[in-house]
């Protein structure tokens, strides 16, 4: 059923980070940024680039504010999350500052909403929307999933430095294309059928506009994205690309909503063989199947030439799945369609068995 939300007479809204700052040499600005927000920082590092990034980010606070820099454990899990409010409490920290992979931000986000401080976040990789949101994954210590927790606001500040995410490996920007990929199609499944967005109502118009201008510019800058990361350079294309992938996607799935891709990547991660693949292949993946869904067969094959031009997997043997049996299918269908699931967002109904059929067209 689909629903015109303008005449529906329901509150409609959106949510945004409070201040984005992207380019190259952006992680010189932070103390000075970060000087409006408290005079007392604590700063999460990821561990897996604590001693790349420990001298800029020392240089950058320096007679700004004053700083403890920790390393952070590996997960975002709540003994983590602990352990970075206990040390923020003993410093009398007045401010959060996460740098690095999305854990490390999900731990200092958390964090911050528990002392009831400002958190701001500096993402090193373009890998998924998930740097301006509203959203914590909580990990167990041994890295499985237990849950996902919204908090109260989004990040005060997300401090984006062009020229660190050109440094990293392409494969990353690469799975954030894939996970901004997903944006478009969610968002217009929850306009067509009333579906609510992360704020538990439909999104403004300005949501969905949001949405479709993140596709519009991954199909046009991806492939050249791509070439600028594989040379080390914060050029044009890659910027483009970075603001679809962190702002435009974390704006246009917050505010527009969610549906079957990622219903369809819960699904693939009950499976061992898909866990050494990134959230955006496997995203993708998802996006593939509810077009397949949709019975949206040019679109479809549309799509599946641009994944192929970005070095997205179009299947399921491309993100691990080699043998596809019918059992493993079935578990992926159960998971993504359980009852509360997000593909019920869709705007016609989803059963387990239309998503073995679309997932088995991808094998």
């Known amino acids: 059923m689909l629903v015109d939300q303008a005449s529906a007479g329901l509150l409609r809204g959106a949510r945004f980070p409070g201040r984005y700052i992207q380019g190259a040499g952006a992680?010189?600005?932070?103390?000075?940024?970060?000087?409006?927000?408290g005079t007392k920082a604590v700063v999460l590092l990821d561990r897996g680039i604590h001693d790349l990034l420990l001298p800029a980010v020392t240089a950058a606070?320096?007679?700004?504010?004053?700083?403890?820099?920790?390393?952070?454990?590996?997960?975002?899990?709540?003994?983590?999350?602990?352990?970075?409010?206990?040390?923020?409490?003993?410093?009398?920290?007045?401010?959060?500052?996460?740098?690095?992979?999305?854990?490390?931000?999900d731990t200092a986000k958390a964090a911050a909403r528990d002392l009831g401080l400002p958190v701001i976040v500096v993402p090193t990789i373009a890998a998924s929307d998930a740097p301006c949101s509203a959203l914590a994954v909580?990990?167990?210590?041994?890295?499985?999933?237990?849950?996902?927790?919204?908090?109260?606001?989004n990040p005060d500040l997300v401090l984006v430095d062009t020229a660190l995410i050109a440094r990293a490996p392409a494969r990353f920007l690469a799975a954030g294309i894939g996970d901004a990929l997903a944006t478009y199609y969610e968002a217009e499944s929850c306009r067509q059928s009333g579906a609510f967005n992360c704020m538990g109502m439909p999104g403004v118009s300005l949501a969905y506009e949001v949405a479709?201008?993140?596709?519009?510019?991954?199909?046009?800058?991806?492939?050249?994205a791509l070439e600028d990361c594989d040379a080390d350079r914060a050029g044009p294309a890659l910027e483009r690309v970075v603001e679809a992938n962190i702002l435009l996607s974390g704006i246009g799935f917050e505010s527009g909503g969610v549906a079957a891709a990622h219903a369809i990547h819960h699904g693939l991660c009950e499976l061992e063989d898909v866990h050494h693949h990134l959230?955006?292949?496997?995203?993708?993946i998802g996006v593939l199947a509810g077009l397949l869904l949709h019975g949206a067969e040019e679109e479809f094959e549309r799509v599946r030439a641009f994944c192929r031009s970005v070095r997205l997997p179009t299947r399921l043997a491309e993100i691990g799945i080699a043998e596809a049996s019918e059992e493993k299918l079935a578990i992926v269908a159960r998971r993504a369609c359980r009852a509360g699931e997000i593909i019920h967002n869709e705007p016609m109904p989803i059963r387990e068995e239309a998503v073995i059929a679309a997932l088995r067209a991808l094998i």
């Open 27 to 37: 992680l010189a600005e932070l103390g000075r940024e970060a000087r409006g927000f």
């Open 279 to 284: 959230h955006g292949e496997k995203v993708a």
């Open 212 to 224: 479709r201008f993140c596709r519009e510019t991954i199909f046009a800058h991806g492939a050249a």
């Open 138 to 153: 909580i990990y167990t210590e041994d890295g499985a999933v237990a849950y996902d927790t919204f908090l109260p606001s």
């Open 61 to 105: 606070l320096d007679g700004q504010v004053e700083a403890e820099i920790l390393r952070h454990g590996g997960e975002c899990s709540e003994a983590q999350i602990a352990v970075l409010v206990e040390r923020a409490t003993a410093a009398g920290a007045t401010l959060l500052i996460g740098a690095g992979g999305g854990k490390a931000l």
